[in-house]
């Protein structure tokens, strides 16, 4: 898949506690909705691609390019019941985006059917509170 931009910035660090979970709450930058409450994600580094932000998440393009971006810092988490407010596109292979389920902006993270535990939160698309 093509990206049109790589990013690898790293976290303020008031968003990183301690023990590096998040220190405030994860909220959508659309509507501000809560998706996490503070102290229940990991900091992770890993890249993962996720496709541009738009509203009802259409993956369909003419080209059979995706745009979007490879980011690098995300929340982990690793119970879906962890989140207070998150919705799922439809399979897209064997991957399912993350978008906010109240404005159905995204997408926001990342989750792979192959592992249940493992639910990534891109900080670069959402808000700190």
């Known amino acids: 898949m093509e990206t049109t931009q790589e990013s690898s910035v790293a976290p303020d660090r008031s968003l990183v506690s301690e023990d ?56 982990l988490v690793d119970d879906v019941y962890t989140f207070e407010n998150v919705g799922f596109t439809k399979d897209v292979g064997r991957i399912k985006y993350l978008i906010c389920a109240d404005c ?15 639910f990534y939160v891109a900080l670069e698309r959402v808000n700190h509170g």
């Open 20 to 75: 590096g979970r998040n220190s405030k709450a994860v909220l959508c930058q659309r509507c501000g909705s809560k998706v996490l409450c503070p102290d229940t994600a990991v900091f992770k580094e890993k890249e993962l691609f996720l496709p541009s932000m738009r509203k009802k998440t259409g993956l369909s393009t003419t080209d059979g390019s995706v745009d979007g971006d490879t980011l690098s810092s995300h929340w």
């Open 104 to 118: 159905e902006i995204g997408p926001i993270g990342w989750h792979s059917l192959d592992d249940k535990k493992s």
